[in-house]
């Protein structure tokens, strides 16, 4: 099992810039697709961005595409997510989650495809 701790979250202007962090422990996660969700007050939780085990291959929602980069350091045992140009409805939970990769190009972009999650880290966006 790997232990996942996000940080970075914070109240932000729109149109402004967060970088999300994710910290793993328990497992080197270089095994380990990598995936980033959200969920605001009130919705269901959604994909954001997943990453495959190489660091090669990314998948992003429609919502986030050219806004959001997803990223990590194997070495770091950490995951990333850069978030510029954000909106309003950005604002939500962001959780980071992990699953063991049987290829390179897993990466999935389902929730319930990953077994391991963190607590979540809150974003705000005000207008």
């Known amino acids: 099992q790997v232990q996942l701790v996000e940080s970075g979250g914070g109240l932000v202007q729109a149109g402004g810039s967060l970088r999300l962090s994710c910290a793993a422990s328990g497992r080197t996660i270089s095994n380990y697709a990598m995936g980033w969700f959200r969920q605001a007050p009130g919705k269901e939780r959604e994909f954001v961005a997943s990453?495959?085990?190489?660091?090669?291959?990314?998948a992003y929602a429609d919502s986030v595409e050219a806004r959001f980069t997803i990223s990590r350091d194997n070495a770091k045992n950490a995951v990333y997510l850069q978030m510029n140009s954000l909106k309003p409805e950005d604002t939500a939970v962001y959780y980071c989650?992990?699953?063991?990769?049987?290829?390179?190009?897993?990466?999935?972009?389902?929730?319930?495809?990953?077994?391991?999650w963190g607590q979540g880290t809150q974003v705000t966006v005000s207008s």
């Open positions: 989650a992990a699953q063991y990769s049987p290829t390179t190009y897993y990466m999935p972009t389902i929730g319930r495809n990953y077994g391991d």
């Open positions: 990453i495959s085990r190489n660091g090669n291959n990314f």
